[in-house]
């Protein structure tokens, strides 16, 4: 796959409300999303919050895979995690993956919102295939990234549409599908 990276973004998000807030990390999310990024070729996978302490929860975490115990219970679980990267906000994603790169990324962001402005999985597909550029991929939790961040965004793409009228898988199971959809896997 071409140069993608994933960002997991607490902040800034909005609750039920339209609340621009901070959400809290939830740890399946981190080792669910890292397998999907692992299993579909995913450069790297940046958990995003200001929080001090639950970004230190996770390099709790991430120790236990990558040293502790964990290591040689599942090495596959290890590999995965290897991914991770914290930051905290959207802008340090930007800067260390320019760093690495040697480009700015393009900018990704999903939503289950509807809009005129979304693009299909495939057309999203085609462009990654042929763009010199790395693509960051934004995924929202809480109720999704706030107006200004996917204003903000180059591309967004079209919300992940199930066979019935509720919408509201879990940022775990929406990753998943939607790497899915891009990579033309499925």
């Not at 796959?1 to 959400?23: F, S």
């Not at 299993?39 to 040293?67: C, I, N, Q, S």
């Not at 295939?129 to 180059?154: H, I, K, M, Q």
């Given at each position: ?29 981190v080792?669910?999303i ?34 502790g ?103 775990r ?14």
């Open positions: 796959m071409a140069n993608l990276y994933v960002a997991l973004v607490h902040h800034p998000v909005i609750d039920k409300h339209g609340t621009v807030v901070t959400t809290s990390v939830t740890i399946i999310d080792h669910d890292a397998r999907s990024c692992r299993t579909y070729g995913v450069k790297g996978f940046y958990v995003v919050t200001p929080v001090d302490a639950l970004r230190g929860l996770v390099r709790r975490v991430l120790r236990h895979w990558d040293e115990f964990g290591s040689t219970y599942n090495p596959n679980r290890s590999e995965a995690l290897s991914l991770v990267r914290l930051q905290r906000d959207i802008e340090g994603v930007i800067i260390d993956i320019e760093a690495l790169e040697g480009r700015l990324p393009r900018i990704v962001a999903t939503s289950a919102r509807e809009g005129d402005d979304r693009v299909s999985y495939e057309a999203f597909r085609s462009e990654l295939a042929v763009s010199p550029n790395p693509w960051l991929l934004l995924l929202g939790t809480g109720w999704g990234l706030t107006e200004d961040v996917l204003r903000s965004a180059e591309r967004r793409l079209e919300p992940v549409r199930g066979v019935s009228s509720y919408n509201h898988l879990s940022v199971a929406a990753a998943a599908v939607i790497l899915d959809r891009i990579t033309g896997s499925g």
